[in-house]
């Protein structure tokens, strides 16, 4: 168990609510004997080895899950690549929105999404800029780099757009934009505090009339990045942002007994890279503010990339582009991405190098080993490191 993840076993997160507890503690057995282990053994009879693997928890918040759930997925969304550019739209709230969208997360968070993207597909189907539907993949953010609480949400939009017979293209004669941002803005504004006004809000301790009277007055801020350099640049992008936790173990410097520090560019001073102390209770409660809710997507997609019907629409324009039809989904397993990635057979008997490492028993959280064999051998390699990490 590294530094990092014993801080998710610290006295202080008992004060969390009984959800952000159940994670903390998801964390802190990661690849450990508790969350439950599988046995292997080496093939060849005449080796006999035994390995140990670590069971991970799977939990979207985790620093050390998500790598090859990030890769499968990037694999499936580069075949949906289309021959058009692809712009990156940053879409943000006014801080004062913090109070009140910390007591009503799922339905601000919801808001959010609907606001950016209806704001998006409105000016998407306006004649003057592509005058059909274009694809959009949102992405939720809530961090800063400081790990203070930053809602906001990354788009991928593309240039071009889908209407039942044809595919039409940017009417922009230089891709340097692909909607004016001041308009953006503007419609972003009214449809969210529209949105905001109709919904019933938990409002405890929250100067409600106060908050929608400052954010009223204020300019609201819609990135409208220069487009992508082409689908390698995309699909960089979408490895970097779409699988991202509040802050990696790789940013982390030192944890202490009393405090933590992690490296961070400070946006207002040149994007400089800085390192910040924080308490372990403070920075405990900071990591804390950006668990999702409970089975809340935070990845989703719009306009012609919808999921009902997608397969069937990107068919028809693939069809249109004169481009290959789209290929199978297949499941690549675990073993078979290390060997292509890192060229790592961890399937191979490390002992003997001929024989396979086969499971012959395992070992969950919660339930009894197997056999009494089993157990000793839990109890004998407890603080043993396996040789890998199953993701």
């Given amino acids: ?160 757009g889908y209407s039942v017979k044809e595919w039409l293209v940017a009417k922009r004669k230089k891709n340097n934009f692909l909607f004016p941002e001041n308009s953006l803005k503007k419609m972003y504004k009214a449809k969210f505090l529209d949105g905001i006004k109709k919904l019933d809000l938990k409002k405890e301790g929250v100067e409600y009339d106060k908050i929608i009277r400052e954010i009223g007055f204020k300019k609201w801020n819609v990135y409208a990045k220069s487009p992508f350099g082409g689908p390698a640049q995309v699909v960089e992008y979408v490895g970097r942002y779409t699988h991202k936790i509040a802050i990696t173990k790789h940013r982390i410097l030192s944890v202490s007994k009393t405090d933590v520090s992690f490296r961070y560019k400070d946006y207002s001073d040149g994007d400089k890279q800085k390192v910040m102390y924080l308490s372990r209770e403070e920075f405990l409660r900071r990591f804390e503010l950006h668990f999702l809710p409970s089975h809340f997507t935070k990845i989703r997609h719009y306009g012609f990339l919808q999921n009902n019907g997608k397969r069937r629409r990107l068919e028809h324009i693939r069809m249109l582009l004169q481009l290959t039809p789209l290929r199978p989904i297949i499941k690549i397993p675990v073993h078979q991405r290390i060997l292509e990635k890192y060229g790592k057979d961890i399937s191979l008997c490390p002992c003997c190098k001929v024989g396979k490492l086969e499971i012959v028993d395992t070992k969950r959280f919660g339930t009894k080993p197997t056999t009494n064999h089993l157990l000793n051998r839990f109890r004998n390699h407890k603080n043993k490191e396996p040789t890998h990490k199953k993701e």
């Avoid at 903390?24 to 004997?33: P, R, V």
């Avoid at 609907?114 to 939720?140: F, R, V």
Wanted: glycine share 6%.
């Fill in 1 to 160: 168990m590294t530094e990092f993840q014993a801080l998710f076993k610290d006295p202080c997160i008992q004060k969390f609510n009984p959800y952000s507890q159940a994670i903390f503690k998801q964390l802190s057995i990661c690849h450990t004997a508790q969350k439950g282990v599988h046995r292997l053994r080496c093939s060849d009879e005449t080796c006999g080895n035994e390995e140990f693997q670590y069971h991970a928890c799977g939990n979207r918040h985790c620093p050390h899950c998500g790598g090859f759930k990030r890769e499968e997925w990037i694999e499936n969304r580069m075949q949906e690549l289309l021959p058009t550019a692809y712009y990156h739209l940053v879409f943000t709230l006014p801080h004062e929105l913090n109070p009140l969208i910390l007591g009503n997360r799922t339905t601000l968070f919801k808001l959010l999404f609907d606001s950016a993207s209806q704001t998006i597909l409105q000016h998407s189907k306006m004649p003057e800029y592509i005058g059909a539907e274009c694809g959009i993949t949102m992405i939720l953010h809530t961090w800063g780099q400081d790990l203070t609480f930053h809602p906001h949400v990354h788009c991928i939009v593309t240039a071009g």
